[in-house]
């Protein structure tokens, strides 16, 4: 979206308008034409963070001051504050970045909930949501729940986008719709799917608009993510990202640590049935440890005992960490393998707040300005 605004800037043409629209959604071939022709050369660039009540606003400032494109919030109800209150403050004290869950879940909210929500954070925002939609996970580990099957996903997501589109939908055998969407006139919610094994790309390149993929940075491994959603997408362009780990400091263990344990929590994404296409020897042997070792009252935990014992080499393949100008060149590489949109995990959930917001302001001056 803001790729758009940064080549008309607050000048609201016919054409910016257009583009506004389509990059937000992100889902149509005129955004990829103007990108090879050189209208838009940037890729959008957004930060992740967990929901830290009375701190998360604080960041949405920040990170529309440095000039990333959008904030996503974690949904984890048993380790973080509430994440649509957090966002609808986030989008009263911001107006440029886009904002949304980094993801929700069809499991501890229904959809019909997930949907309206999503709508009203349109609404307030004046048109800068982006619905991110996952089979869960600390959400539901952490009340004793796994994940949700492929299937249950994929009904959730069918049932959700015909809500944002002010249609009747049928849940459970009943006949259902959200009045007040269909006659508020705003644009539809783009919603992102956050997918790491082929069945659930494949859901998201059907159903959504876009698709983010947690394989991790490698690029064989990046390469047949965005193989396996073009496959899937059947006639339509879905706009395609990824959550990268990332952590910039030039001490590169100073940088490792940082996000050691958001890179246990992503990676062990991958064994839940997710094909070693794409994965080196030392990846995929690290994948393998985490799954028998993992700990999900330690999740997302630099201090966990599985985070601790991953290998150096493990965390520089599968994340992006060390000085801004190898960061900048390992994400602009994602950028030419058809990634449009690099999600920023910057820190584990209990790494050292004032060290994680020195990675971020040295993200926002040595890596940002070369992808933008």
């Known amino acids: 979206m803001d790729s758009a605004r940064r080549v008309f800037g607050r000048d609201r043409t016919a054409i910016g308008e257009a583009l506004l629209g389509i990059a937000q959604s992100r889902s149509a071939e005129p955004f ?14 957004w930060l992740h963070s967990f929901a830290y009540a009375r701190r998360t606003v604080e960041l949405a400032r920040r990170v529309e001051a440095w000039g990333f494109d959008g904030l996503k919030v974690a949904d984890s109800q048993n380790l973080t504050a ?4 957090e ?8 107006e440029r970045i886009c904002v949304g869950p980094g993801v929700t879940n069809p499991a501890t909210r229904h959809p019909a909930v997930t ?6 954070l349109q609404l307030e925002s004046g048109g800068r949501a982006v619905l991110g939609l996952g089979r869960g996970d600390s959400a539901l580990t952490q009340i004793g729940r796994r994940p949700v099957p492929v299937a249950e996903l994929e009904s959730a997501l069918v049932a959700i ?3 944002l589109r002010g249609e009747q939908v049928q849940v459970d055998g009943v006949a259902s719709a959200i009045a007040w969407i269909a006659d508020s006139g705003q644009r539809k919610v783009p919603v992102a799917v956050a997918a790491t ?7 998201g390149a059907r159903h959504a608009e876009r698709v983010d993929f947690t394989v991790g940075a490698e690029p064989d491994r990046v390469r047949w993510a965005v193989n396996t959603a073009r496959e899937a997408e059947g006639g339509k362009t879905v706009s395609l990202g990824a959550f990268v780990n990332v952590a910039v400091h030039p001490d590169r263990a100073v940088a490792r640590d ?9 990676a062990r994404f991958s064994t839940e049935g997710g094909p070693p296409d794409g994965l080196s020897e030392i990846t995929r042997a690290g994948i393998a440890r985490l799954a028998s070792e993992y700990d999900e009252s330690r999740h997302g935990q630099s201090r ?6 991953l290998e150096d080499e493990f965390i520089d393949r599968f994340a992006v960490c060390g000085p801004g100008n190898e960061v900048a060149e390992r994400l602009t590489a994602l950028r030419e393998l058809g990634i449009e949109r690099v999600i920023v995990v910057p820190g584990s959930l209990d790494a050292d707040p004032a060290a994680v917001e020195e990675s971020n302001e040295r993200f926002a001056d040595e890596v940002l300005p070369a992808l933008q």
């Open 32 to 45: 990829r034409l103007a990108c090879r022709n050189g209208i838009l050369v940037t890729i959008d660039v």
């Open 82 to 85: 509430d994440v649509w209150i």
């Open 197 to 203: 094994g082929p069945h659930v790309i494949e859901v």
């Open 258 to 266: 940082l996000v050691r344990g958001s890179t246990a929590t992503f």
């Open 87 to 94: 966002l609808g403050l986030i989008a009263a004290a911001t």
């Open 161 to 163: 986008q015909g809500f």
């Open 304 to 309: 966990a005992p599985a985070a601790r014992r």
């Open 115 to 120: 949907a309206s929500a999503a709508a009203t």
